[in-house]
């Protein structure tokens, strides 16, 4: 079965990037699947960041557009998230899932990584 | 950007007892709607997807109806290791999430 690990800092600085990466084991990252990032502050609820498709393709939260990239890295099976010019609202757990479509129903995320918490602090 | 809205926002209820949770969306979305559970420190798990298939694995004491703008989650019997907070989730257009419900032991 599919499992999502996410791997990166723990801690940024603000106005830096965080950086994080979702490696794939299980499954390949070229199958018929978006593959996303979803963050969820300290005690709060969940916020889609973004998606990637092993094309390329991507789609973006429009709240956090100008500063999101997601990337694929097809020979190591592993999508990438980088937040630009981060504050202390960007600290949160971030979790990478794998986003199964389906023609008139939808998209939906499953299985979620563990997540991993960034800190914005100096 | 759709808005979805989950009541109630907390609830106490007993082992045994039937909980339903509503989600609202703030526009039309169809049957694209999907429940998710949380217990502390852990990921979201899926539940439903589509508004009432059930994910392989999960009981079927857990269902889900609704389409449009109006959804409810319903457990037809508590068992203690459902207290946890359920998401709903839509995905109609740049995928929101509800805030949350909270489902705690009476």
């Known amino acids: 079965q599919v499992q999502l690990q996410e791997s990166g800092p723990g801690l940024v600085k603000p106005s830096g990037t965080l950086s994080l990466t979702c490696a794939v084991s299980?499954?390949?990252?070229?199958?018929?699947?978006?593959w996303s990032w979803v963050r969820q502050p300290p005690g709060k609820g969940l916020e889609w960041i973004g998606e990637?498709?092993?094309?390329?393709?991507?789609n973006y939260n429009p709240s956090l557009k100008s500063r999101v990239t997601i990337s694929v890295d097809k020979s190591k099976n592993q999508f990438s998230l980088k937040l630009s010019s981060v504050t202390a609202a960007d600290t949160a757990v971030y979790y990478c899932?794998?986003?199964?479509?389906?023609?008139?129903?939808?998209?939906?995320?499953?299985?979620w990584g563990q997540g991993t918490l960034v800190t914005v602090s100096s | 950007d759709i808005q979805m809205t989950q009541s109630p926002s907390s609830l106490s209820a007993s082992v045994g007892d039937r909980v339903t949770i509503t989600c609202r969306a703030s526009?039309?979305?169809?049957?694209?709607l999907n429940w998710y559970q949380q217990k502390p420190g852990k990921a979201p798990k899926l539940l439903i997807y589509?508004?009432?298939s059930l994910q392989s694995g999960v009981p079927s004491r857990f269902s889900g109806s609704g389409s449009g703008t109006d959804f409810t989650l319903t457990i037809s019997s508590l068992q203690p290791e459902d207290f946890a907070t359920y998401y709903c989730?839509?995905?109609?257009?740049?995928?929101?999430f509800g805030q949350g419900t909270k489902l705690e032991i009476k």
């Open positions: 899932a794998r986003v199964p479509t389906a023609a008139g129903v939808g998209n939906w995320f499953d299985p």
């Open positions: 299980g499954g390949s990252i070229s199958s018929s699947n978006w």
């Open positions: 990637i498709y092993h094309s390329g393709s991507t």
């Open positions: 526009q039309s979305i169809s049957s694209y």
């Open positions: 589509a508004a009432s």
């Open positions: 989730q839509q995905s109609y257009s740049s995928d929101t």
